[in-house]
């Protein structure tokens, strides 16, 4: 990975998590079977990697490039906006299900979510010009959202059923079929976009000497970063169905290393190469 695109890797994934995670924890609220202390915690947790987004946002001095890799900057003020209205709806779903006003939180939780909606079509709109078009990037960074988002809520919410074991199971069940489905998406994208020529190639002060499908990393991201995740994701699902809900969450926690590890891989890539995976 180019050194300077450590910065923008970082935002791109605290970005992550931060929505994806809300979007998965209002989902499971509106869906019921999960506890007010659960999405009190997740609502917190929430806030604080917005904040950590905002902190690393606000670190950067956007150019033209990031070393060869061209983006547009001119989305970024619009994202970083709305990636406030995110953290600060965050904190609102928090104190409302601390006060036990559950609709109030959750209308902040929808507001929030439509707001990460908006900060994901705008971080798109900035990495898109090497990629082979707009839906490139968006996809890849939609599926990567949705992934981040359900890997670490399942995680969480196993840790419930250690402490209340008459919890029903479906929940996790649901949240594993969640992460899942994410991956799916992620494995379509990573075809479409190896498949199709981008605009341009990034071209680094420090150019990786292999093409792409010579590049271990590539293979790295894909074993470590999806085929990994999905088996335990599946694992995982099926001991919901037999209740072995401690099993599950130790698979679940392995899942989100490698998760993180494949969307680090992912970025990596996308700056070295303009294909988002």
């Given at each position: 990975?180019?050194?300077?695109?450590?910065?923008?890797?970082?935002?791109?994934?605290?970005a992550e998590l931060t929505i994806g995670s809300l979007w998965v924890t209002?989902?499971?609220?509106?869906?019921?079977?999960?506890?007010?202390?659960?999405?009190?915690?997740?609502?917190?947790?929430?806030?604080?990697?917005?904040?950590?987004?905002?902190?690393?946002?606000?670190?950067?001095?956007?150019?033209?490039?990031?070393?060869?890799?061209?983006?547009?900057?001119?989305?970024?003020?619009?994202?970083?906006?709305?990636?406030?209205?995110?953290?600060?709806?965050?904190?609102?779903?928090?104190?409302?299900?601390?006060?036990?006003?559950?609709?109030?939180?959750?209308?902040?939780?929808?507001?929030?979510?439509?707001?990460?909606?908006?900060?994901?079509?705008?971080?798109?709109?900035?990495?898109?010009?090497?990629?082979?078009?707009?839906?490139?990037?968006?996809?890849?960074?939609?599926?990567?959202?949705?992934?981040?988002?359900?890997?670490?809520?399942?995680?969480?919410?196993?840790?419930?059923?250690?402490?209340?074991?008459?919890?029903?199971?479906?929940?996790?069940?649901?949240?594993?079929?969640?992460?899942?489905?994410?991956?799916?998406?992620?494995?379509?994208?990573?075809?479409?976009?190896?498949?199709?020529?981008?605009?341009?190639?990034?071209?680094?002060?420090?150019?990786?000497?292999?093409?792409?499908?010579?590049?271990?990393?590539?293979?790295?991201?894909?074993?470590?970063?999806?085929?990994?995740?999905?088996?335990?994701?599946?694992?995982?699902?099926?001991?919901?169905?037999?209740?072995?809900?401690?099993?599950?969450?130790?698979?679940?926690?392995?899942?989100?290393?490698?998760?993180?590890?494949?969307?680090?891989?992912?970025?990596?890539?996308?700056?070295?190469?303009?294909?988002?995976?």
């Amino acid at each position: 990975m180019n050194v300077e695109a450590l910065p923008y890797t970082l935002l791109i994934i605290l970005a992550e998590l931060t929505i994806g995670s809300l979007w998965v924890t209002l989902a499971s609220d509106l869906r019921g079977g999960v506890t007010r202390g659960f999405v009190l915690t997740m609502a917190l947790c929430i806030a604080i990697a917005g904040i950590l987004a905002l902190w690393t946002a606000s670190s950067l001095s956007l150019g033209p490039d990031v070393d060869g890799y061209r983006i547009d900057p001119d989305p970024f003020p619009r994202f970083r906006q709305a990636l406030l209205v995110v953290t600060i709806a965050s904190g609102v779903y928090m104190f409302a299900v601390f006060m036990g006003w559950d609709p109030i939180g959750r209308i902040a939780g929808i507001f929030g979510s439509l707001a990460g909606l908006a900060a994901i079509v705008l971080l798109s709109i900035m990495f898109a010009p090497p990629t082979w078009g707009y839906p490139a990037i968006f996809l890849g960074l939609f599926a990567g959202t949705l992934a981040l988002g359900a890997v670490s809520v399942a995680m969480t919410w196993g840790h419930w059923y250690l402490t209340e074991g008459a919890l029903p199971a479906w929940p996790l069940r649901d949240l594993c079929l969640i992460l899942l489905g994410a991956h799916a998406l992620q494995l379509i994208v990573l075809a479409v976009n190896l498949a199709v020529p981008v605009r341009e190639v990034p071209l680094p002060a420090n150019p990786v000497d292999v093409g792409l499908f010579a590049n271990p990393v590539l293979y790295l991201r894909i074993g470590v970063g999806l085929v990994f995740p999905i088996i335990l994701a599946y694992l995982a699902y099926r001991t919901t169905r037999i209740r072995a809900m401690q099993s599950a969450t130790g698979l679940l926690y392995i899942a989100m290393g490698a998760v993180f590890v494949g969307e680090v891989l992912a970025k990596g890539l996308m700056f070295l190469t303009g294909r988002p995976t």
